[in-house]
């Protein structure tokens, strides 16, 4: 079964440092989304794409984060510098395409912790 | 209006047993409301999911219950089973929209052997 790779699967970093996540979504899903999961809480968007174009990242905090999905296909989100408060699971989740009932499926995620 | 509220936080349940878990939202423009199953370690994976257009939908020991007049919906786990264990996530969208998920808060189900 086609599943949705995330790597690396933990990072710790130390505060101001910059740190990548890297996802490759399943193959031929064309919406490509970054989700925030703080501890006890639901995951949060931070930002969707469209093949390689931007739909929303009205949650991106873009002073340190950045994300892009150049060939429309895997997708590096970026955070620099990194804060303490940046601590948090780091869900990539793609689906076939956009719209609000289309399944989507979740990567394993990013356990970022910063000290 | 944009907030899914959900609860209980935590639940305990004993196998056999009924879990339930409520979620209750403001926005009247969310149609489509899917609910998550999240194991440690993993990520969420879809496990069922309505549009207001039914009361219910029952997917073998999982049922959602529907009520668009209130602006709520339930998950129902029916006989839990101690494999049942995880965190369950209720969330809401816009289908028509570009897709972004609203999540609740998140409930921690412990089923007990």
């Known amino acids: 079964e086609a599943e949705v790779a995330q790597s690396p699967r933990y990072k710790i970093t130390e505060k101001s440092q910059a740190v990548a996540f890297w996802c490759d979504p399943i193959s031929g899903h064309a919406t490509l989304y970054w989700y925030r999961q703080i501890l006890g809480q639901g995951p949060e968007l931070l930002v969707q794409?469209?093949?390689?174009?931007?739909?929303?990242d009205s949650q991106l905090p873009k002073d340190r984060f950045s994300a892009e999905r150049l060939k429309g296909v895997d997708s590096t989100l970026k955070i620099q510098p990194a804060e303490l408060g940046d601590s948090a699971m780091y869900l990539c989740?793609?689906?076939?395409?956009?719209?609000?009932?289309?399944?989507?499926?979740f990567g394993p995620g990013t356990r970022l912790t910063v000290t | 209006q944009q907030q899914v509220k959900q609860s209980p936080q935590s639940l305990i349940v004993q196998k056999g047993g009924i879990s339930i878990i409520n979620c209750a939202y403001e926005n009247t423009a969310f149609d489509y409301f899917p609910w998550y199953q999240q194991f440690p370690g993993k990520g969420p994976a879809l496990l069922i999911a309505i549009r207001p257009d039914v009361s219910e939908k029952k997917e073998g020991r999982f049922t959602i219950s529907f009520n668009k007049s209130a602006k709520q919906f339930s998950l129902h786990i029916m006989d839990s089973q101690p494999g049942d264990s995880a965190t369950y996530f209720c969330a809401a969208s816009i289908a028509g929209n570009t897709g972004k998920l609203i999540f609740g808060q998140g409930t921690t189900l412990q089923v007990k052997p």
């Open positions: 794409f469209q093949d390689e174009s931007v739909v929303d």
């Open positions: 989740a793609s689906s076939l395409v956009p719209g609000g009932a289309y399944e989507q499926y």
